[in-house]
């Protein structure tokens, strides 16, 4: 039965390479490709990118193929809560200025693990906040609203 | 005598208060970085960017060059300590530093930790000083078909010695490559790959790309499996070492400098590869190889004077040749390129005040970290006290604000969550990401070197092998892709690079 076991890691990446170089190829379609002595600007694109599908086609073919190599399980928390505190701060700091901004990452990244207490979570993140404003705002003068406008 | 006037202006460069305040900031803020596992410096150096864009260019290099070997240096502390390596290259250090440390001699390791790093950190500024000369004569010759191929070489070189699958690197070096075309067609004005977005026209960020691989994504795999750190309790007694000590220590020493320096050249060695090495190398030559893995001096002294050798040197190929050995060279170079400074084999006769400033800076802030660290390692002891749920929300943050400073664009912010959530991909399938950041930061450069050696030469592919020196590059890099298909080195370099 090994000839049915897949090694998952080698497939996903295999099928993750081609499906950038099948991208490029469609964003790239209407680039004039010119030829060697004088290049176009969809040269370069073209060449990677039919590297890159080579790579992914030997990866998925090797994936089907070799014995199965796992991945560890995906744990949805840390994931979600990294990318939705990352998401919330851009979605808010032009809008709501960068100390509610702050105060809000700092909150929901803490969400990523069980360990966060909340009254220590809460604390911690207005004291960011804060120290953020200072140093990024005042001190470097980075451009960006302190308050809602 | 040119390399005694070339050090001497750097010093005079590295001297300047300003310079001196940036070194000691980059030394400390690298040692605490070092010393907190479960951040790296590739991301702290991108997460430090925006904050050079103020400095003249040779302030900022000395400042991220400071908290390169700062990072080097403080994770041996945590290796010693709490057996946890703060960085890769500390791996080796816990074997038998942790060891000493549960023996109490825990002040004595982080003593001969700090002397073997300060010895080798010397050693490897004179060795760099010395190289830089004819490396840059060498470098005058060049022209875009050498260029070409000597960035295909540091390329290959850095994937063949790098960690992982060949294969893999390969593929990500490609994949970083097609993110560096992206953007604006600099000969024809075309927009490439921009999907109509405005913010792409320049071309993709690369401290978004930095800090969402290996930081977020970094982050979210760290959080699923939680560590348990402790510290060891005892106090640090005496932190100085006994005569007997220094003399078991000091051959180590030089043999783990020596072999840090050549392994830190090569491109891709960067830090990993020289501690193991030496660790195999004491272990080997030792009377009693058996003491080993039980508190011998010669397991931390080795490694650790390997490691910082290693972290020096590998500047080398990029203040001479302007091509990165691994990816946080590649850092460099985008900072550099930031400050308008456009790297290549030029780079020295160019900007000889920044080549020599950063070179003499070493030494410069090798000395503060012997001075600063030793007194202070109670402080580095606390430091490991701050527990990681409140050190990641922290640090997501600052990332966020990093990443909108370089630009003020949001856009950067949503393409680092994009980067967090391929890194966490890439851990996941077991791809090492560093490839992909050497391709990105060297594309463009080898995009516009390829077109105009072609130019050149009117469409002859020949030229890269009838042109003498590009002939001898390209032979090399035959030659590594050759030895890579031998099954006997494949044996060794897993060996070699197997933690």
């Known amino acids: ?149 | 005598m040119d390399l005694f006037n070339n050090l001497l202006m750097g010093l005079s460069t590295a001297l300047e208060l300003n310079n001196l305040l940036f070194c000691l900031i980059g030394v400390v803020i690298g040692t605490a970085i070092g010393v907190l596992p479960g951040i790296g410096p590739i991301p702290t150096v991108a997460l430090l960017l925006p904050f050079t864009f103020g400095l003249s260019p040779a302030s900022a290099m000395i400042m991220l060059a400071g908290i390169f070997y700062g990072a080097q240096y403080g994770g041996s502390t945590t290796a010693i300590l709490v057996n946890v390596p703060g960085e890769t290259s500390s791996v080796v250090t816990c074997i038998d530093g942790h060891e000493m440390a549960k023996q109490g001699k825990a002040g004595t390791a982080l003593a001969i930790a700090a002397i073997a790093s300060f010895f080798a950190g010397t050693m490897a500024t004179i060795v760099i000083a010395v190289l830089s000369v004819p490396l840059s004569v060498l470098a005058l010759k060049f022209t875009a078909v050498e260029y070409f191929s000597l960035l295909v070489l540091g390329l290959i070189a850095a994937v063949v010695l790098a960690h992982g699958s060949v294969a893999k690197s390969l593929a990500m070096v490609l994949l970083g490559l097609l993110l560096g075309l992206v953007g604006i067609d600099v000969s024809s004005g075309v927009a490439r790959m921009t999907f109509g977005i405005a913010a792409l026209s320049d071309g993709l960020d690369f401290v978004p790309i930095a800090m969402g691989l290996f930081g977020l994504g970094e982050i979210i795999a760290n959080l699923e499996r939680p560590a348990e750190r402790r510290v060891v309790s005892q106090s640090i007694r005496s932190l100085i070492p006994s005569r007997e000590d220094l003399r078991a220590a000091f051959p180590a020493m030089v043999r783990g400098t020596t072999l840090g320096s050549v392994l830190g050249v090569l491109p891709g060695g960067g830090a990993a590869l020289p501690p193991f090495s030496s660790y195999a190398l004491e272990k080997k030559l030792a009377r009693d190889p058996s003491r080993f893995g039980k508190g011998a001096i010669e397991g931390v002294a080795g490694p650790e004077a390997a490691n910082n050798a290693g972290a020096q040197t590998s500047f080398i190929p990029l203040l001479t040749l302007g091509i990165p050995a691994n990816a946080l060279m590649a850092l460099m170079i985008g900072a550099l390129m930031m400050q308008g400074i456009q790297p290549g084999p030029q780079i020295m006769t160019e900007q000889p005040k920044l080549v020599w400033g950063v070179i003499a800076s070493m030494w410069v802030g090798n000395l503060m970290l012997l001075v600063i660290n030793l007194p202070l390692i109670g402080l580095w002891v606390s430091m490991l006290k701050i527990p990681y749920r409140l050190l990641f929300p922290a640090i997501v943050l600052f990332c966020c604000i990093g990443t909108y400073g370089i630009a003020n664009s949001l856009f950067n912010v949503w393409l680092m969550t994009g980067c967090a959530l391929l890194g966490y991909f890439f851990i996941k399938i077991g791809v090492e990401p560093a490839p992909l950041l050497l391709g990105l930061v060297l594309g463009p450069q080898l995009e516009e070197n390829f077109r105009r050696a072609m130019l050149i030469a009117d469409g002859d592919f020949t030229v890269f092998l009838s042109r003498p020196i590009s002939a001898v590059i390209l032979g090399v890099v035959a030659i590594l892709l050759v030895a890579l298909l031998s099954p006997a080195i494949l044996k060794t370099r897993k060996e070699a690079l197997a933690e």
């Open chain 1, 1 to 149: 039965m090994t000839r049915f076991r897949i090694d998952l890691q080698d497939l996903l990446f295999g099928l993750f390479l081609v499906a950038v170089a099948t991208g490029t190829l469609v964003a790239t379609r209407n680039l004039t490709v010119g030829h060697a002595a004088d290049m176009g600007p969809g040269y370069m694109p073209r060449v990677v990118a039919f590297a890159l599908m080579g790579f992914g086609l030997f990866f998925t073919g090797r994936g089907l193929w070799r014995v199965r190599v796992g991945i560890a399980p995906v744990q949805l928390r840390p994931l979600l809560a990294i990318v939705a505190s990352v998401g919330v701060f851009a979605l808010t700091a032009e809008r709501l200025g960068l100390a509610i901004a702050s105060v809000v990452t700092v909150i929901l990244a803490s969400l990523a693990t069980r360990e966060g207490r909340i009254v220590e979570t809460i604390a911690f993140a207005i004291l960011l906040s804060g120290a953020a404003v200072l140093l990024f705002v005042k001190l470097l003068g980075l451009p960006i609203p302190i308050w809602p406008r």
